[in-house]
C-alpha cells in the first residue's frame, strides 16, 4: 500500500516534469533549418508575416499560459497527495462547499480566456482579411497531384505538379534509400531526386516571387483536399464547387523551396501529393513568367540557379 | 396479475433463466450492461489490434505493413469508429450506466427493458456490420471504407463504390438507433424511477453525466443518421444533396457531421466525469465537493457543446466572422471544465486519501485530462489551428481527452465497481501492473505526436518524410507498451474469476456512500424489491 501511494504521487511528479520540460526545451532548440527536422519540438521556421504571427501567439502566449496551468494543477494535485494521504490525515473533513473559491475558480479562468482571445481574434483577422495582391496563383486539387495556373498571366499554361515517385506496389518493404536510389537511376529527362526530399520534391514546383503578397485560390476536381505549406503558415481545404482563399508574402531573403503535403484525407494517395513552392527573387520570376509556355526547361533552368540538388533542410 | 411476477422473485433460483433466455433474450438491466461490457471489450480488441498495426507501419518510414495505402486508410477508418462507437461508448454507456444508473438511484430496472434489449442487440448487428464492411471491395482496389471516421463525401460516395461503406452506414445508422433507444431510456429511468425522496438534486454524479449524455445523444444521433441516408441516397439513387454537379454541397455535409460529432465528444467524456467523481470521493472519504457547481457544470458543457461545432471545421473556408464566434464560443467550454478540475481537486482536499487502483487511474484521468485540455485551447484558436489543423498535433490533444480521459475513467470505473459486479476482488499487484503499463505507454505514445504536429506532420498518412522518424518510433514504443497493458488486464480480470477472492458488499469502506453499496456483492438478480428511502 505504501509502494503504490508512494510510485502514484512519484509517478504523477515525474510525468509532469517530462512534459514541461519536452514542451520548453522543444521551443529553446526551435531548428534555423527549413522543412521539418527530426526530435525538434517547435513549428517549421517561419517565413511569412502570418506564420510569425502564428508562432509568437504559440510560442509567447498559449505555450506559457497552457505549461503554467498544467503545472499548477499538477502541483496542486501533488501537494494534496501528499498532504492528505490517509496517513497524515485520518480523519478527513467534511467541507463541501465555499462559495467564494468555487466563484473564483470560474471567474478566474474567465479572465484567462478573455486575455487569450485578444490575441487570438487578432490572429484570425490578420490571417483571414487578404491584403491588396499583387499576384494570383490558382491551385486545383485533383486525384492525387496539384494543378497549378497564373490568372493574371495568360501565357503561363497551367501545369500539373506530382510527387516524384515510384508506384506503390513496388515500393513494399523498400527503405527510403533504396525507393530514393531507384528514382535516382531513371534517365535524365525524367523526374528524378537528386538530392531532394523523398515525398515531398515534386516534379514541377509552384514558383512564386519573394516579397510580394500572393492570393492562392484554391479548389478541387473531385475528392476534397487541403493546400498547405507549414512555413507559410497556410492551409485551405480545397473542396469541389468551391474556391477557397488565402494568401502568403514571404520576407525578403527569403527565396528557397519549402514543401508542404495534402492535408484532408483524399483517397489511397493522400500520403503521396505533396506540395512544392519555389519561392525566387521578382526579377528572376519576371523572367521565368515571361518565357511561360514550356515549363519543364524553365523550371529545370530555374532549379539550376536556385536550390537544385540541395536538400530541403540545408537550403540556407 | 402481480403475483405471476412476484413467483418469480422469490423462487429458489434468484428468478435467472436458463442461459439462452438470459442472455439473449434479456430484459434485466445488470445482464444487457455485461453484455455491453462483452461487446466493448470486443470492440476495443479489434480497434486495438487496428492501432498496434498502424504504428507498427509508422515506426520507420516507408511501405512495410501495408503494400496498399488504401488498407492503411480503411484501418484508421475502423480504429476509429470502433473505438468510439463500439469500446468506449458500449462500456461507460450501455455496460456501467446500465449497470449502475438503477442501482444508484433506487431503481429495480430500467424504464423499458425490451428496448434495453433491443438496444444491445441493435448494436451487436452495428459491430457486425462494421466488421463485414473491412472485408467487402471498398474502393481504390482495396477492401474496406478508407474515408476517416468524418466520412467526407465527396470522397465516401464518388471515391468509394463498393458496397463496403453501404454495410458501414447501415452500420452507424444501427448504433445510431442503438444509441437513441438507449438515451430514451435512460432518460425516462432517471426522471421517473428514482427512489422515494431522491431528488435531482440529490441524484449521484454518475446518474446526472449519464442523463446529460443522453440528452446529447437524443439531440444529435438524428443529425447523424439523417446525414448518413443522404450519403446513402447519394451513393445508390443518385440524389445530388453533396455533390455540387447537382447543386449540392460537399460542406453541408461536414455541419452536419460536426453538429452530431462535437456533442458525441462529450458523450464519451462526461459518463467518464461522472465516474472519478465518485472514485475521488470514494478515496477521499469526502463528499463530492460542490456537488450542484459539478453537476451543473455538466449541464453547461453538454449546451455548449451544440453551438461549437464548427471549430472542427476552420480551414473549410468559412467567413472570418463566423471563425471568430465559433472561436469565442469554444474558449467558454474551458469554464465549466475548469470548475470540474478544481472540484475534484477540492474533493480531495482534507480527505483521508487511499490510493487503490480506481484512485490511481482517477488521478492519471485528471492529471492527462488537463493536458488533453490545454491543448485544445491552442486548436480553438483559430488562426493557430490553421498551423494545427489536421497534423498529429490533432491526434495527440483527442488522444489525450478520449484514449486516457475517457479509457482512463473506465478503468476506473471498472476496477472500482469490478467486485461489486463479479462478486470478486482482483489482485492488486497485477491491475497495478497493468495501470503503470498503460500510464507510461500511453505518454510515450502521444506526447510526440503534439511535437510532430507542429513539425507539420499531416495525419493519416502510412508513409512520412524521414526526418520525423524519432518522435515516431517513440509514439509506436508507447503503443506496444501499451497493448501489453491490455494483454495484463485480460489476465487480471481472468485470474479474479479463477481465484475468486469474495467481495464484501461493501469492500471500499465508509467513502462509498452511494446506494449500490448497500447491496450485496454481486447484487440480487432483481434488486430493490422494497424501495429504499433517501433522507
Known sequence: ?316 | MATTYASADTDAHDGKPKFWVRWFFSTNHKDIGTLYLILGLIGGLVGGFLSIMMRLELSEPGLQFFGNPHTYNMFITMHGLLMIFFMVMPIIIGGLGNWFVPLMIGAPDMAFPRMNNLSFWLLAVALVCGVISMFLPGGAGGAGFGGSWVMYPPLSTSGHPGPAFDFLIIGILAAGFSSIFGAINFITTIFNMRAPGMTMHKMPLYAWSVLVTSWLLLLSLPVLAAAMIMLFTDRTVGTGFFDPAMGGDPLMFQHLFWFFGHPEVYVMILPAFGIISHVIATFSRKPVFGYLGMAYAMVAIGVVGFVVWAHHMYTVGMDVDVKAYFLAATFVIAVPTGVKVFSWLATMWGGSIRYSIPMQWALATIFLFVIGGVTGVFLASAGLDTAAHDTYFVVAHFHYVLSMGAVFAIFSGFTYWFGKMSGYLYNKWLAGLQFWLFFIGVNLAFMPQHFLGWQGMPRRIPDYFQEYQLLNQISSYGSYMSAIGVIVFIVWVIEAFIVKRKAGDNYWGEGADTLEWTLSSPPPYHQYSKLPQIK
Not at chain 1, 28 to 42: E, M, Q, R, V
Not at chain 1, 143 to 168: K, L, Q
Open chain 1, 1 to 316: 500500500m505504501r509502494i503504490s501511494r508512494l510510485a502514484a504521487s512519484v509517478g504523477v511528479t515525474f510525468a509532469g516534469l517530462i512534459t514541461t520540460g519536452l514542451v520548453t526545451t522543444g521551443l529553446a532548440f526551435a531548428s534555423n533549418k527549413n522543412g521539418p527536422t527530426d526530435g525538434d519540438l517547435g513549428f517549421q521556421r517561419s517565413v511569412t508575416p502570418v506564420m510569425d504571427a502564428i508562432t509568437s501567439l504559440n510560442n509567447y502566449w498559449l505555450v506559457p499560459i497552457m505549461v503554467a496551468i498544467v503545472v499548477l494543477v499538477t502541483a496542486l494535485m501533488v501537494y494534496i497527495m501528499v498532504r492528505f494521504r490517509e496517513k497524515a490525515n485520518p480523519v478527513p473533513s467534511k467541507t463541501t462547499h465555499h462559495v467564494g473559491l468555487e466563484l473564483a475558480w470560474t471567474l478566474i479562468p474567465v479572465v484567462i480566456l478573455v486575455i487569450l482571445v485578444v490575441p487570438s481574434m487578432k490572429l484570425l483577422y490578420f490571417q483571414d482579411v487578404i491584403p491588396e495582391s499583387e499576384l494570383v496563383v490558382k491551385v486545383t486539387g485533383d486525384t492525387w497531384n496539384w494543378e497549378y495556373s497564373y490568372p493574371d498571366h495568360e501565357h503561363i499554361d497551367p501545369y500539373v505538379s506530382s510527387i516524384v515517385d515510384i508506384a506503390n506496389a513496388d515500393k513494399f518493404g523498400l527503405s527510403h534509400a533504396e525507393i530514393i536510389a531507384r528514382i535516382d537511376a531513371r534517365p535524365a529527362g525524367e523526374p528524378r531526386l537528386d538530392g531532394r526530399p523523398y515525398l515531398l520534391a515534386t516534379d514541377a514546383a509552384l514558383v512564386v516571387p519573394v516579397d510580394t503578397v500572393v492570393k492562392v485560390l484554391v479548389t478541387a476536381n473531385n475528392n476534397m483536399h487541403a493546400f498547405a505549406v507549414p512555413q507559410f503558415g497556410i492551409k485551405i481545404d480545397a473542396m469541389p464547387g468551391r474556391i477557397n482563399e488565402t494568401w502568403f508574402k514571404v520576407h525578403a531573403g527569403e527565396e528557397g523551396t519549402y514543401y508542404g503535403q495534402c492535408s484532408e484525407i483524399c483517397g489511397i494517395n493522400h500520403a503521396f501529393m505533396p506540395i512544392e513552392v519555389m519561392v525566387v527573387s521578382k526579377a528572376e520570376f519576371k523572367r521565368w513568367a515571361a518565357n511561360g509556355g514550356s515549363f519543364t526547361t524553365q523550371i529545370s533552368q530555374n532549379t539550376g540557379s536556385i536550390t537544385q540538388a540541395v536538400p530541403v533542410n540545408t537550403v540556407q
